[in-house]
């Protein structure tokens, strides 16, 4: 059995209903579709969610909201017509115009979105609809309840052998919808799979995989075939714009294979990640993927055997803790301590946080950089392999970057280097030259 996840792009226009049809046609074994709300066809359109959201905030704020309110109908009308559907989506939004007013809920309204997409994608595909309030299980802090919701759904798919449900919303215990984060459709996808132990969850989006690397650093940067979950895990925790670390989580736990998809290239086999896999010793490359991120800050506490005072170090990094300071890297020398944070966090309790460590810490100096990118270089092929950092980093000599920070991340599946903001593309480009074109 297939899960099939379909994004706001793959729904934007009866066009893009077509393209699912046809991959939903293909392999029978897709028998569960979840859909977002209707996203873009062209860059200047909105999504619907957006619009939806927004339209709650005129509600709230007592702002005429006629024009907005007429474009998500005529988004929503147009894919009727042009489908020849039955689904009256005018009567739709008249009853719920009927309904709108300040103290209408956020929640219910912004899950039309994905509750019209269900709606008309399942006429189209000529199966039944299932309501997300009647099958997913929220928490009040907007997770879900994986227990509650895997029963519901394991009765449905009883039911149902095929159906469309609408992602990114569910219902709490009393009824009431509750939205997930943004971009949740992919976690209820990820649910469903889990639910049923599908075989495979497919994520169908609009680009064929995840890339080797920026392809706006890199053209024609080439998709990863196949990762681990947690090649995955280093790669977004660097910056790579995949999937949230949530929404992988309950089919990552099962060991259920993710495939990202594209719906404009249907037969492009995507990526697909797992958390084994399979040597193939004609592989060449070592390197999975390059990701990055600009603008950290490194903060340098200098103390002399620092190393030997886990007092300082405790006091310094409570004071982080104390400021909401996330630390991505850290390294300590014998008299010095470096924290590497964002440089956006650090700005609003830089001097605050400052101050803290000058009075509080017992130190002897303090040091500051900022205008750090920090770029991560992830495979499963590096682990136990001697020599790859050096060759990395004489990439990197050749090409005059300067390191002004290395560290290997967990596993042995990342090395992290740290340049300066604007040698960030160069560094990216001479790893991808160097390792990936080969
Ligand atoms: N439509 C929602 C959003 O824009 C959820 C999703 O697309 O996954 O965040």
Redesign the pocket.
Known sequence: MKICKF??SSLANANQFEKIKAIINEDSDRRIVVV??VGKSIQTQN?I?DLLYLLHAHLLYGVDYQVLLNEIIERYTSIQKDLNLNFDVRNFFNQLKSQLNAKYERDKLVSV??KLSAILCAEYLGWPMIDAKDAIVMNSDGTVDFKMTSQKIQTLAQQYPRFVIP??YGALPNGRIKLMK?????ITGSIVAAALNADIYENWTDVSGIMMADPRIVANAKPIPELTYGELRELTFMGASVLHEESIQAVKHLNIPLNIRNTNDMHHPGTMIRNDIEEDIQVKGFITGITGLKDFAVVTVHKEQIARSPLVIRQVLELFEYYDLLIDHMSKGIDSLSLTVKAELLKEHQFDLFADLKQKCDIDKLTFEDDLALISVVGRNMKDKPGVSGQLFSALGEKKINIRLIAQGTDEISIIVGVSNSDYESTIKTLYERFIRL
């Open positions: 994004g706001g977002s709300a999504k969610t979105g994905e992602g990114f943004r971009g949740g459709s992919d």
